[in-house]
């Protein structure tokens, strides 16, 4: 029993200690000897023992030190561009017609800024994505345009970009509710200005049937989404939303790309002012102006 003690110490020390006890017992009443293997079984048996509850109490300081960290850790450490919980955007399926006839009708509205329509007909989706940037006096925003979903979109992005449509307006709009996003876009400042012609949604609108009663359900506008401000379906110009926090909204504004890491902590250290008058919807209390934008 002073063997098999010994060598529960190692595989198994409870069981060696229980061993080396009954054996030290037996050997007392027996006379026989083995004391020094019972012993030594009781020894390993307990050091065994002490390093396991040493090495679960160290893994209880480190879980507890790790989920501290975890709730601590800046918003700007919490890049995702990619759904969470809820109701996702829909899985693109990319349209037969994709970029093949991109049109820009003018509206009755005259422009905001004088901006010449883009290319119209066919624009190519090819590279899927094109990275971009925008310059505010609040730090950079550096964004990844999702040319392969709407390249409709990004065509007028760029053409708009290109132009100087951008530079010197500030960005409206700050929500703080169910839609956690910055809008910009509008030289005038109002929220209604544009730039004199309008197009039709794309991704994830074009995932939809016009009379698929879904398009009204909100899905979720991930954290570091950009997408197109509307008055309805068809009334894209030029104003868009950079999303800061998980939103949810009707999927009929088009998502046309994605902010980097350095973006949202830009965004993040506006969206910390919260909005002029205190409400959740309106000026940003920190006033942001772009100083340019350029796309490739």
Same mark, same amino acid.
């Given at each position: ?60 300081? +480190? !879980?507890?030190? *790790?989920?501290?960290?975890?709730? =601590?850790?800046?918003?700007?450490? &919490?890049? #995702?561009?990619?759904?969470? %919980? ?70 007028? +992005? !760029?053409?708009? *970009?290109?132009?100087?449509?951008? =530079?010197?307006?500030?960005?409206? &709009?700050? #929500?703080?509710?169910?839609? %956690? ?116």
């Amino acid at each position: 029993m002073a063997v098999a003690s010994l060598v529960c110490a190692v595989l198994f020390a409870p069981l060696g200690i229980v061993l080396g006890h009954l054996s030290l017992s037996q050997l007392k009443r027996s006379g026989e000897q083995g004391r020094g293997i019972a012993i030594a079984g009781l020894v390993i048996g307990y050091v065994m023992t002490a390093l396991a509850i040493v090495l679960v109490v160290l893994g209880l300081v +480190f !879980a507890f030190i *790790a989920v501290k960290v975890a709730e =601590d850790m800046p918003a700007q450490d &919490r890049y #995702t561009a990619s759904p969470g %919980a809820g109701q996702e955007l829909p899985a693109f399926a990319p349209p037969k017609n994709l970029g093949a006839n991109c049109q820009y009708p003018a509206t009755t509205e005259p422009a905001a800024r004088p901006a010449s329509p883009p290319r119209t007909g066919t624009v190519p989706t090819e590279p899927a994505t094109v990275e971009a940037g925008i310059v505010t006096d609040r730090g950079s925003i550096g964004l990844q345009l999702a040319n392969g979903k709407a390249p409709c979109t990004v065509n007028n +992005f !760029a053409s708009l *970009a290109a132009q100087g449509f951008f =530079d010197g307006t500030q960005c409206h &709009r700050l #929500t703080t509710g169910t839609l %956690a996003a910055l809008q910009c876009g509008d030289p005038s400042g109002s929220g209604t200005g544009g730039p004199g012609y309008r197009f039709p949604n794309e991704y994830p609108t074009n995932q939809y049937r016009l009379s698929d009663p879904a398009v009204e359900r909100p899905v979720l506008y991930p954290r570091g989404t950009v997408a197109m401000a509307n008055a309805g379906p068809g009334t894209n110009g030029s104003q868009f939303f950079l999303v800061y926090e998980d939103s949810m909204l009707p999927p009929t504004y088009t998502v046309f790309g994605t902010v980097d890491k350095t973006g949202l902590a830009t965004l993040d250290a506006i969206a910390a002012g919260g909005v002029a008058d205190g409400s959740d919807d309106g000026r940003p209390a920190t006033p942001v102006t772009i100083e340019s934008a350029n796309v490739g």
